[in-house]
Each structure stands twice: as C-alpha cells, then as structure tokens.
C-alpha cells in the first residue's frame, strides 16, 4: 500500500452489500484512487468485481450457530467489539500507508472509539450509513442502538447516506449536521444487455428475509392472486419467521429459503415479470435489491417506503402501492396486467439503468473525499 490508499471496512463475505461495496471500489480504482477491501477471513474474491483484498478478519458466526436469540445477540456484541479492536491495532501498524479509512460496516457499540482513535492517529475516518435503523432487532435495542450510533457519529469526518433516505429521517437518526451529509445515488449493476417484456405472471421477492420485508403480507397478498406464481429467495436467518412462512404458504407461492448463488440469482429474475419488495415502515434503509432488479431489467413494485418510492417515481421504473398492507399489494401487482402499463414501467426501468451508473456514485464519493483532503490541510 501506498500513502494514498483508501482503506474500505467491509467484513461481510456474502450478501448484496458486499457486492455494492466491490462494484463501488472498482469504479474508484478506474478513477485513479489506490483502494483496498479490508475484510474477513474465508472471503471468495472470485465471485465479486476484483480489486485489491486483505481478507485478516475473523468471520461472524451464523445466527443457527446459537441456542437463543439472545446468546446470538450477545455473541455478536461480543463478534463486533474484538473485530474493530483488531482492526485498530492493524491501523496502528499500517497508519504510515493509509489516506483515509471509510467504514461501509460498523458497530455502534466502538464506532465512538475508532473514530476517536483514528483522530488521535492523524486518519480522516468517513461511513456510509446503508441502514437509519437496525435490521430485525427489537425495538428497545434499535432505541439504545440509535442514540449511541448518533454520539459517536460526531467524531466522524464524513457520512454518505443513499440518495433517497428521507433527509428528516437522517436528522432525526443519524445527524443533525447536514454540512457533514453526502447523499449518494447507489449505482445498479447491468447484466441484461435489454429491458424485454415478460408475460408469464412471475414475480420474485429475494434477499435475505426478514419480517421487515413484509414477506407475511405477501403471502396474503397471494392467496387472492391465483393468476400470479411467487417465487421468495434467499437466506433466513429467524427460525420463527421461516417456520410461519411454511406454515402459510399457498399453493402459488414457491419458498427457497437459502444464499443464492450468482447464477441462480440470474436464472430467477431471468424469468420473472417484476421483483416485488413490499417492504414494511420499519425498513429504514436503501435497497440493494431495487437496483439489483433494475440492472437486470425488471420492473419492480413497492411499498410507500421513503428509499423505495424516491427511485421508483423518479424514474417510473415500477408500481408504488397505495399503503403496506397485503390488499394494497395485490393491487399494485393487478395493475401489472395491464400492456400498456407493463410498456411504460420498461421504459422508465431502461431511463434508470442510464442513470443510475456506478461511475457517477464514485465521482461524488471522489469528489467528497478531496474536499475532505483540502479541508484537513487548511485545519
């Protein structure tokens, strides 16, 4: 490493976020910035964009790997808190080759301290924050969670919030300094070469699931489509929640729940008529999957949800239901059956693909990160 490498913390190994974050530094790298991917042991470079890797983490334990939620939670407090120690002393090794730390992943819990140790070594730290809110915690847990996050975020040089969160949201939750906010368009990723109408009634929910996914009121949503075929897709990790899917899934529901490979990743939205998220209000953050679904031209339908509504009306790349219960989903997907419809959401799904390009998210990132060079020589 040189002087000028950016140091990007992203532990996770599998996921879209992982995905976002090698397709952001790639373009980075093409711009002329010296980045590297710090991450976690066992990482398979080969299934992402390739760019320069340290893979010294130690990987988090999956949640089935627990007798309780509770010793899950625990463990990961636990998981977090030796990561970012380590992560600290390899700084202090490395401090000498790196221009700036930008943290996509983060614990609130030593958020405070590593930026704080960053300052006292001479390291701008900057972060981008994918989620306003914890995924799938309770709600006492988000509360304690928020209020430290919102502390410690004041020793940061920088944050990049997706284009789209709703800025009172990022006030209220993350900042109340917007001269230290960057909102950022999140880049989609292209594997169809053209937006090409489907008719077979097909549509797919996928990513890791959650109850904050809305996947309950789907299914109800369902029952009353017997026209339509559902396909949902992807890891889940709550026990409770996978055993009341199975339990009330109907006959035109398909359930896979397990980490999807790229290609069958591909082969499923491939075939599908429009990827819907009916995501619910307590889902606070930018979908990796609506630009997932974009990039291969498949029009998507969602929910009022403030990340989701900001890219679908903007572009007319899909349907926005009228509320988030399952009647206002069935609606939105009836609307679908409509040719003339189906031909506009195409339309606006090719506008947002030309829009909505990763070199543009890592020009802004860029021009961020020599604003804060400039301001660091002046102080």
């Keep these: 490493m040189s002087n000028r490498t950016v140091v990007m913390f992203s532990p996770t190994i599998t996921s879209g976020h992982t995905l976002y974050v090698r397709s952001l530094i790639e373009v980075l790298i093409s711009n002329g910035q010296e980045v590297v991917h710090l991450t976690s042991k066992g990482f398979r ?39 970012d ?85 990022v006030n209220m939750r993350v900042t109340n300094r917007p001269d230290k906010v960057t909102f950022i368009r999140h880049g989609v990723w292209e594997s169809a070469p053209t937006v090409t109408q489907r008719s077979n009634r097909t549509l797919l929910l996928l990513g890791s699931i959650r109850r904050n996914k809305g996947i309950i009121q789907l299914l109800t949503a369902a029952k009353d489509l017997k026209e339509w075929n559902f396909t949902i897709a992807g890891a889940c990790e709550d026990r409770s929640l996978d055993l009341e899917i199975k339990s009330k899934l109907p006959d035109n529901v398909i359930y896979s729940p397990h ?14 008529t429009a990827c819907v998220l009916p995501y619910t209000e307590e889902f606070k953050a930018q979908s990796g999957v609506l630009h997932l679904a974009i990039g291969h031209g498949v029009p998507v339908i969602v929910t009022p949800n403030d990340a989701l509504v900001d890219i679908v009306d903007e572009f ?10 399952s009647c206002d989903i069935a609606n939105a997907i009836r609307s679908l059956e409509d040719p003339d419809i189906y031909s506009r959401i195409l339309d606006g799904v090719d506008f947002a693909r030309s829009e909505l390009t990763w070199d543009r998210s890592a020009k802004a990132t860029l021009q961020s990160y020599g604003r804060l060079a400039t301001s660091k020589k002046r102080s």
């Excluded at 509770?70 to 990561?83: A, D, E, K, N, P």
């Excluded at 221009?99 to 983060?106: K, P, S």
């Excluded at 960053?118 to 309770?138: K, L």
């Design 259 to 272: 980490f999807l490979e790229e290609a069958e990743l591909k082969s499923l939205l491939a075939v599908s």
């Design 316 to 325: 007319g790349c899909g349907v926005i239901a009228g509320g988030f219960g």
């Design 45 to 83: 470079s080969e299934d992402y964009p390739p760019v320069p890797t340290l893979d010294i983490l130690r990987p988090l334990r999956r949640r089935e790997n627990y007798s309780n939620r509770l010793f899950w939670i625990l463990g990961r407090i636990t998981h977090y808190s030796v990561r």
């Design 85 to 169: 120690i380590h992560f600290m002393f390899w700084l202090r090794r490395n401090r000498k080759s790196v221009q700036l730390v930008h943290l996509q992943e983060y614990s609130a819990w030593t958020l405070g301290p590593l930026a704080i140790w960053c300052h006292i070594s001479g390291i701008p730290i900057v972060i981008t924050i994918h989620n306003i809110e914890a995924h799938d915690a309770y709600v006492s847990y988000r509360r304690i969670e928020g209020h430290i996050r919102k502390m410690s975020l004041h020793f940061v040089d920088h944050i990049y919030v997706h284009k789209g969160i709703n800025p009172v949201s």
